[in-house]
């Protein structure tokens, strides 16, 4: 039998090395212990590793819908509010136009009546969320509606030419106390509503586009997220509140022809809160099929957490005993090292 000796450098190396290796499997330990996974996957699952990348990708997806699904969710929940402000405006109108279609009502608070519905359904058109228009179509970096009542309006501008046009004077002009119930709704049927259901709508009032948002809100199931500024219930509040506001504000206007803008006016203000109406049921249904998409990938996400969790989970109760075994192995070896670099010749000759 033979007999070698060992140095106490020898001894102090080997501590070292084993320190380092109990340092890193602590890091793996520890990282183990908080995510309840494996801290290597390849290395714990080898040729399955493929298996749990492809969950990993599907589940980001998914999870990435659910975000887009609560900005959709979001966005709907604004236009819902601002389409009932909307129908609020067009109600409001609909009232003052049936007084001042009886009669009972002055021109001035008549005028005033059509400018605050100008003015209210300006501001719920032009309401944004996140930065982007809601009503503007697919141009949400634009707002939609101009304002009529604003200087230089172009609207206004149309408005005033095409009577102008029709009659050869201005509705200011002493001459306009001779435009009759006739002419009046004539006028209204060739000419002003051309400038809200033809060309004249996106020329002077509207920067918004007919193409809606169409959102993906399931892995296979696309839908439209937007109401446009287009729409016809818009369309027709414009143009009853911009006739009134308008035609009221003259002092030499015939009464006739202001009863026959009054009587036209509260017919498209009625149409506007039925058209605004279906604007909101459609809104509600494509907030129930948001709804829905979301709770169906959530449930798909949920699985796909288990899969990935049977794959790459562990026991926390052997994790935790693992990452305590170490860190008291450390200890120790922390100690005997201090007691062998004690160690020297001169200590023991002594």
Do not use: C
């Not at 080898?46 to 990708?57: D, I, L």
């Not at 020329?203 to 500024?229: C, G, H, M, P, Y």
């Not at 829905?292 to 990935?308: G, P, V, W």
Request: overall charge negative; hydrophobic content about 45%.
């Amino acid at each position: 039998m033979k007999a070698s000796g060992v140095s106490s450098a020898a001894i102090s190396s080997a501590m070292r090395y084993s320190q380092t290796r109990m340092q890193v499997d602590l890091v793996k330990a520890q990282k183990e212990m908080d995510t309840g996974r494996v801290a290597d996957t390849g290395l714990a699952l080898g040729t399955r590793t493929a298996q749990s990348v492809t969950f990993a990708r599907d589940l980001d997806r998914l999870n990435g819908i659910v975000d887009s699904n609560a900005l959709v969710a979001s966005r709907l929940s604004s236009t819902q509010d601002a389409l009932g402000q909307l129908t609020d405006v067009a109600q409001a109108l609909l009232g003052a136009m049936a007084t001042a279609s009886s009669g009972d009502m002055t021109d001035a608070v008549a005028h005033d009546s059509g400018n605050a519905a100008l003015q209210s359904m300006t501001a719920i058109l032009n309401t944004s969320v996140n930065g982007e228009y809601l009503f503007a179509g697919t141009n949400t970096d634009v707002k939609p509606i101009d304002d009529f009542t604003a200087a230089g309006s172009p609207a206004k501008a149309a408005l005033d030419a095409a009577f102008f046009a029709r009659f050869g004077f201005t509705q200011d002009d002493p001459a306009a106390a001779s435009v009759t119930t006739a002419q009046m709704d004539d006028f209204i049927t060739n000419d002003v509503m051309p400038q809200f259901f033809g060309t004249g709508w996106q020329t002077n009032w509207s920067s918004a586009t007919d193409e809606q948002i169409v959102s993906r809100i399931a892995l296979n199931e696309k839908t439209e997220t937007s109401i446009s500024a287009n729409n016809d219930g818009v369309k027709k509040l414009a143009m009853a509140a911009a006739m009134v506001s308008d035609f009221f504000s003259s002092s030499t206007l015939s009464a006739e022809a202001k009863k026959t803008v009054a009587s036209r006016a509260l017919s498209l203000a009625g149409e506007a809160v039925s058209d605004l109406g279906q604007s909101q049921s459609q809104a509600g249904i494509i907030q129930k099929r948001v709804s829905d998409a979301t709770d169906r990938i959530k449930t798909q996400a949920d699985l796909f957490e288990k899969h990935i969790l049977d794959l790459e989970g562990v026991d926390p109760y052997e994790a935790a005993n693992r990452v305590n075994d170490l860190m008291s192995h450390i200890q120790t070896s922390f100690a005997l090292t201090a007691r062998i670099q004690q160690l020297s010749l001169l200590n023991f000759l002594t």
